[in-house]
């Protein structure tokens, strides 16, 4: 075996030059003749019956080529839960919701055309929280829930708002908690945020004059994007051909389908033309999808050691106006409920719930984010109380090979490593209890644990095969919208097949005529799905080389090798270079033998368990979880609130480290957006209009460069993953899970205030502070003693 | 209204007719096809859309084309010449400061500038200079190292533009001593 | 935007004016960073652009006779904050210029612009009403200047007239070498609109030095605490706090997306303090 080349090594991104050069395109940049342009008709009311929409004056306007409307397009769709039409047919559910579209050749005329379609609405009770959505009586979002289509393990409550409902009970909850020596209950809320990825949704489609149906997107997931098209308009798969060019970022929020299907409802109408939906940034914010709100309840239960014994954990989850990707959020967030720790006696209750709001979906951390915002949170709290420090009680009940997760899965031995995580980061940021403290500054720590959500059958393929001179090409359909998909593909090839990974090309944008099939790049999934069928397929290359390469040399295939691009026989010092073999192998004679090398391959994740309907208890109900952490170090504005990020260090059980300037770039990345969702991202809706009244980069804030903590450091650690690819497991999304919580605990430590709901703007923390400043000085006027200097103590629950 | 401008675009002389609503951007990426330049928000907050016109970084969401009637722009395309590559370009690429790659042809225009003005920038310096550019994917931290390591190499005189290096190990150069049976 | 929208890019003022007169729905233009986005909303739809630009007269930062500094309508930020007699004479001037926008956006936005927009939020207008700067404008009646004083008039609203041109805006010399700082809040560090700004100066080497106290978003246009000036300079730096006190009862902020109303005013407070004792600590190095 010769030494690593590719895999652990610093590659280069092979997609980088095109992208520094401005060579790369992406869907808005490809030019299709004749285009037509699009403006949609979106819903002004959150909640409406809609009485009727006339499209004739539209369709007459100057300049417009076709109308689209409800009523035409009947079949629904949804990724798990069938519940949602291209356009509203007889209700409106959210403000954004599209009614209508038109296609002409201008966008101004387009605009035009569309202020031209007359839609008539019967405005009906919105709702906008989840308390009001659960509450008997409420205003139902869907009145036809029981009707719709939907996967087994997903479960909705016709009748209700309720669009999935996930249960864990484990042990015994009820014993445990009178059991308990002392009991502790807080409530977290996280607001809906978006994902704001710099390149806006948009898709361009067009059905020929025989019917074919075409389309350019920007996307995560091509063949669920041709998939549920498919849903949508009835057509065979083999009629519709997705391609997916660079992706400007997604976070979940391209997973699955968005504008698409208005783009071919239109082509529809008009064959034989391109047609563009593009969103601006303002509709990119509400009328795209979201990520969820979070009403966490979290009750724990600990004995005289500081062991949690009893936990239990209340979600209820604001799904906006579609199921979506949401509903297997509810369920992850559920069969994920106990975070990083072993809990033996569990009550989950994980909710969700339709509300008159922006489409919740697919968030980076798919759920966990929100879930540990609590969870951490919660840790820290009972740790304090208990007057144990926050990392010794973490480590105390942390999950780890042997121990049960609450679905009463034992993790095995491969499993990583929480421990190490805390330990790394902790000794990073300095979190020895006996440190020297200065006032209105702090250190707080969070742990983070995700498997992928994803159905049990996800699969991945790939093609290999090579050119004349031996360049080798993988075919992948997993999307590179910049994790690096493209070049770990690239290094495990090489590395696979001991070839500079210079000569291999991942082909990586996708064309479902003629990429082999992947499910969806979402899951932190792809590296590792992506990497196992490269290796396989690799093997079978290495097989076909090395039988025309024995034929040629006339040895045992058995005693060749592959070595630095050539077929090598150590025992004569001979090799053939592949380009001799990759096309087929020519005797000096003039005969030939083999033939292109080439093979495809698949991985899909073996022996998963559904969860059992009633508990959710599973022995294997995930693949693979990813444990990490981090600890960061905040300074506090005490007269202004203002909460300074100094550094952040976080650490991850990654399996094998395959790129460190792409794992170290995954990990800056998650940290700095989750410093956004922490400190200042929230999608505001008006609650008397439904309107989003911040959406635009001017009024919703995302992390700018001078925002980003003076530190940030990355470790990692190697616990190889038994069916990881060279050991390797998911990290894309969980680098974002605890910044929020650990910048909280941190708070908390820095001056003793606790903020519970999302995000922790200056505003909020001076309220807390002035709260707690009174509290103080009451307590010691009552006391008669002079106001204590302002310390870390009690929590403003 | 339609007017006809003639400006400079990385060198070459180029004539338009444009309406007067359309902006320097729109021009650049459907009239010239330079789509290097991005479009992320059209309200001059994100920096995607980043050009030099007379040599000043502007957001070409904010200028109109007639504006730039008579002037010099240069786009993330002017940058390298003939294949190779800008020092700033290497240096995205050495410190892996590239994602899904949306904001930087913008990043890298602006940090063109700011060499220009500072050629040894504090850390402080590019964070402020850049702080109008939004990156959603990096956490900015390796785009800093990119830029102050690109400064150092142009201070050092290594300005020259370099060659892509996935272009210059090609396939057909590998390093293999060729034996075959007679 | 209209598809009838014109364009005109005049070489002199008086073109301009005779322009802008044949057109009164027309706009002026000068880097456009508040207009454009304002056309693209809807909430602006003027028939012409008569972008200014082009006329060197605006183009100029200059000292007056009497010793003071024009800086010209068309002058871009980014030259205002770099400019040598800017950061020598108006410091102030120069740091709340640079925390308009980004540097880029600077290169194209003007003090002007800024001033004409009118919004409560302006960064610059807190340094041009401290220094009792004086507007230069022009019209069909006329050249006049305007006090930076009676220059806004309410959100959005100057004392312009329909047409009036400005060409220029004057630092006099009696308010070179001001100390001080602009303190800023904002929701994030880098680019973001001012939640509350707070400009503290005072004057340098004079005996009792003159104090000003600007603030903005904080109320429906910039404004000076003159009461909290005054209290300053009968009785210096100790009475800070009180000055605090006279600052928050000045204003008269909103609740907005970036803040509360309440919050805002207590910022105002605590920013004043700060301001007055960073002179203390400028003073003593
Ligand atoms: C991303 C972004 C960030 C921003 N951040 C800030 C900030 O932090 N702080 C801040 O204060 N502002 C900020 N702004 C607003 C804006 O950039 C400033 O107000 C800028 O100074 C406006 O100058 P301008 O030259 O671009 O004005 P323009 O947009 O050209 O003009 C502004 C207004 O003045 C009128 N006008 C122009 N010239 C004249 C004239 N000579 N006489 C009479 N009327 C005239 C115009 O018709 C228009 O109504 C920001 C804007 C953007 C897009
Ligand atoms: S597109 Fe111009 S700044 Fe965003
Ligand atoms: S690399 Fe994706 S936005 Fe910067």
């Known amino acids: 075996m010769s030494a690593p080349r590719a895999v652990g090594r610093e590659v280069e991104r092979v997609d980088g030059v095109e992208k520094v050069t401005g060579a790369a395109r992406y869907t808005a940049d490809l030019k299709f003749p004749r285009l037509l342009h699009v403006a949609v008709v979106r819903s002004p009311h959150p909640h409406a019956r809609v009485l009727g929409v006339r499209t004739e004056r539209a369709a007459r306007a100057a300049g417009v080529r076709a109308v689209a409307s409800g009523r035409d397009f009947p079949l629904h769709t949804g990724i798990y839960l069938k519940d949602q039409t291209v356009f509203a047919t007889d209700r409106v559910r959210f403000v954004g919701d599209p009614v209508a579209a038109v296609a002409a050749e201008t966008p101004e005329e387009a605009a035009a055309g569309a202020a031209l379609v007359e839609v008539d609405y019967e405005p009906l009770r919105p709702i906008f929280d989840v308390e009001e959505g659960i509450a008997d009586g409420a205003p139902l979002v869907h009145p036809d829930l029981g009707r719709y289509e939907v996967v087994p393990w997903i479960q909705p409550k016709a009748g209700t708002n309720v669009c999935n409902h996930l249960k864990i009970r484990k042990g015994d909850y009820e014993g445990a908690l009178r059991r308990s020596s002392r009991v502790f209950e807080n409530v977290f809320r996280v607001p809906q945020v978006q994902h704001v990825p710099l390149e806006p949704h948009v898709s361009v489609a067009r059905v020929d004059l025989a019917g074919k149906v075409e389309v350019h997107t920007s996307a995560q997931s091509p063949f669920t994007v041709r998939h549920l098209l498919c849903a949508c308009f009835g057509l065979s798969h083999g009629d519709v051909r997705v391609h997916v060019p660079y992706v400007g970022g997604g976070f979940g929020g391209k997973a699955g389908i968005n504008l698409e299907p208005i783009a071919v409802a239109l082509a529809k109408r008009c064959p034989g033309r391109w047609v563009r939906v593009m969103v601006d940034r303002h509709e990119e914010f509400f009328a795209t999808v979201v990520r969820q709100g979070l009403t966490a309840t979290l009750v724990t239960g600990v004995d005289r050691h500081g062991k949690v014994q009893a936990q239990k954990m209340h979600y209820l989850w604001n799904c906006g106006a579609y199921g979506g990707y949401g509903v297997n959020i509810v369920r992850a967030a559920g069969y994920t409920c106990g975070g990083a720790y072993e809990f033996p006696n569990v009550w989950g209750d994980s909710i969700g719930v339709y509300t008159n709001r922006p489409v919740g979906s697919a968030y980076r951390g798919f759920g966990m984010q929100e879930i540990h915002w609590a969870l951490e949170q919660q840790m820290d709290f009972v740790a304090c109380e208990l007057g144990i420090d926050p990392v010794e009680f973490r480590l105390l009940n942390a999950l780890g090979a042997g121990k049960a997760t609450v679905t009463g899965q034992v993790l095995d031995e491969d499993a990583g490593r929480v421990d190490l995580c805390i330990r790394k980061v902790a000794a990073e940021v300095g979190m020895d209890p006996a440190r020297q403290r200065r006032p209105y500054s702090g250190k707080g720590i969070a742990c983070a644990v995700k498997a992928p959500a994803m159905p049990n059958d996800a699969a991945s393929s790939v093609v290999m095969k090579f050119a004349e001179d031996a360049t080798l090409e993988v075919l992948i359909s997993g999307i590179d919208y910049g994790q690096g998909l493209m070049t770990v593909a690239a290094q495990f090839a090489a590395e696979a097949l001991d070839v500079p990974v210079e000569t291999v090309r991942v082909r990586g944008c996708p064309d479902t005529d003629l990429s082999p099939y992947d499910w969806q790049t979402v899951a932190s999934r792809q590296t590792w799905a992506t990497g196992n069928a490269i290796l396989r397929a690799a093997e079978e290359i290495r097989r076909q080389l090395l039988a025309t390469a024995a034929e040629a040399l006339g040895v045992p295939p058995g005693e060749l090798a592959l070595a630095r691009g050539t077929v090598a026989h150590a025992a004569s010092g001979r090799s053939i270079p592949l380009a001799r073999l990759v096309m087929g192998y020519q005797f000096p004679d003039g005969h030939a033998i083999g033939g292109p090398v080439s093979a495809s391959a698949s991985y899909l994740p073996e022996g998963l368990l559904f969860l059992d309907p009633e508990t959710s208890q599973s022995a294997k109900p995930v693949a693979k979880w990813t444990f990490g952490a981090q600890a960061v170090e905040v300074s506090v504005d005490r007269e202004t609130g203002q909460v300074t990020v100094e550094k952040v260090s976080a650490c991850y059980d990654v399996g094998h480290v395959i790129n460190p300037g792409l794992i170290r770039g995954q990990t800056y990345g998650g940290i700095v957006q989750g410093l956004g969702t922490g400190t200042m991202e929230e999608l505001i809706v008006d609650t008397t209009t439904g309107r989003a009244v911040n959406a635009s980069l001017m009024d919703y804030k995302i992390p700018s460069f001078e925002d980003v903590p003076a530190v940030l450091t990355a470790e990692f650690v190697e616990t190889p993953q038994r069916d990881g690819p060279m050991g390797a497991r998911g990290i894309g999304e969980h680098t974002m899970i605890p910044t929020p919580a650990a910048i909280a605990n941190a708070l908390f430590d820095a001056c003793g205030v606790r903020i519970h709901d999302l995000p922790i703007t200056a505003e909020k923390v001076w309220r807390a502070l002035r709260e707690k400043e009174r509290g103080e000085r009451e307590r010691a006027g009552a006391a008669g003693v002079p106001a204590a200097a302002p310390a870390a103590s009690g929590a403003i629950a | ?182 | 935007m209209p598809s009838d929208l014109d364009y005109r890019s005049p070489s002199t003022v008086d073109h301009a004016l005779a322009l802008m007169s044949e057109a009164p729905g027309g706009a002026f233009l000068l880097g456009g960073t508040d207009l454009l986005p304002q056309m693209r909303t809807g909430r602006r739809a003027p028939s012409v652009l008569v972008d200014l630009k082009r006329i060197a007269e605006l183009r100029e930062i200059r000292e007056t006779a009497d010793g003071g500094l024009s800086i010209g309508a068309a002058v871009p930020l980014a030259d205002v904050e770099t400019h040598p007699l800017v950061r020598a004479r108006y410091a102030l001037l120069a740091e709340c210029v640079s925390t308009v926008g980004a540097w880029p956006l600077r290169q194209r936005a003007t003090l002007a612009g800024n001033i004409c927009n009118a919004s409560p939020a302006a960064d610059t207008a807190v340094a041009l009403l401290a220094f009792d700067a004086v507007v230069g404008a022009v019209s069909s009646e006329g050249r006049r200047t305007l006090p930076m004083s009676r220059f806004f008039t309410g959100p959005g609203r100057t004392a312009l007239r329909p047409g009036e041109l400005v060409t220029d805006v004057v630092l006099p010399a009696t308010s070179r070498g001001f100390a001080g700082s602009y303190l800023r809040l904002s929701r994030r560090k880098g680019m973001d609109l001012a939640t509350v700004g707070v400009l503290v100066g005072r004057s340098d080497g004079e005996l009792p030095p003159r104090y000003r106290i600007a603030l903005a978003a904080v109320a429906p246009t910039p404004i000076r605490a003159v009461a909290a000036e005054e209290l300053l300079e009968a009785r210096g730096p100790k009475a800070a706090a009180e000055a605090a006190e006279l600052a928050m009862d000045a204003c008269a902020p909103i609740t907005d997306l970036r803040g509360s109303a309440e919050y805002r005013r207590e910022m105002v407070g605590v920013l004043v303090r700060r301001g007055v004792a960073m002179l203390e600590r400028k003073a003593r190095p």
């Open chain 2, 1 to 182: 209204m339609r007017k006809t401008i003639t400006l400079e675009v990385n060198g070459a002389s180029e004539t338009a007719e444009v309406e007067v609503g359309t902006t320097l951007l729109r021009l650049l990426r459907d009239g010239l096809d330079l789509t290097g330049t991005k479009e992320g928000c059209n309200e001059g907050e994100c920096g995607s859309c980043m050009v030099l016109l007379d040599g000043r970084p502007v957001n070409a969401c904010l200028v109109l084309a007639v504006e730039a009637d008579g002037a010099r722009v240069t786009t993330v395309e002017g940058l390298s010449r003939d294949g190779l590559l800008h020092p700033l370009q290497r240096a995205f690429l050495a410190h892996a400061a590239v994602q899904c790659g949306f904001c930087t042809p913008g990043m890298i225009v602006s940090a063109v500038a700011l060499l220009r003005d500072d050629p040894d920038p504090s850390e402080d310096a590019v964070r402020r200079a850049l702080s109008g550019n939004l990156c959603r994917c990096t956490g900015y931290r390796q785009i800093v190292d990119a830029v102050r390591a690109a400064a150092a190499a142009l201070r050092a005189g290594e300005g020259a533009p370099e060659p892509p290096r996935r272009a210059e190990t090609r396939p057909t150069a590998l390093p293999v001593r060729e034996e075959v049976p007679a």
